[in-house]
Nanobody, 121 residues
Framework: QVQVVESGGGLVQPGGSLRLSCAAS????????MAWYRQAPEKPRELVAS???????YYRPFAKGRFTLSRDIGTNTMYLEMTSLKPEDTAVYYC???????????????WGQGTLITVSS
């Protein structure tokens, strides 16, 4: 079964830190891209950071210097370490995995269910 599961969200005070995890199930035969997106209330979903082919990491400007993306290729798990969190980081964070699965003949996008991060005092 193909699944993408996020974990690690919650309530944190401004200036605090959180670590998100995204696990891609064994149904993935190969993974090309793993990425974190977020969607704040009444705003469109936006890219936070991504890793391509297990090596090339991209950060949006608002994430650079505060967020760190890493990936365990052996377990197809991706992490996002977030520091110096601000109230404007409040959003539902989604994991996107682009890869070939046991059900697909070519790479497709698979989204997780999302995890809420609230930055508030």
């Amino acid at each position: 079964q193909v699944q993408v599961v996020e974990s690690g969200g919650g309530l944190v005070q401004p200036g605090g830190s959180l670590r998100l995890s995204c696990a891609a199930s064994r149904g993935f035969l190969s993974v090309d891209v793993m990425a974190w997106y977020r969607q704040a209330p009444e705003k469109p979903r936006e890219l936070v950071a991504s890793i391509t082919n297990g090596t090339h990491i991209y950060y949006r400007p608002f994430a650079k210097g505060r967020f760190t993306l890493s990936r365990d290729i052996g377990t197809n798990t991706m992490y996002l370490e977030m520091t110096s969190l601000k109230p404007e980081d409040t959003a539902v964070y989604y994991c996107l995995v682009t890869g070939v699965t046991t059900h697909s003949g070519s790479a497709e996008d698979y989204w997780g269910q999302g995890t809420l991060i609230t930055v508030s005092s």
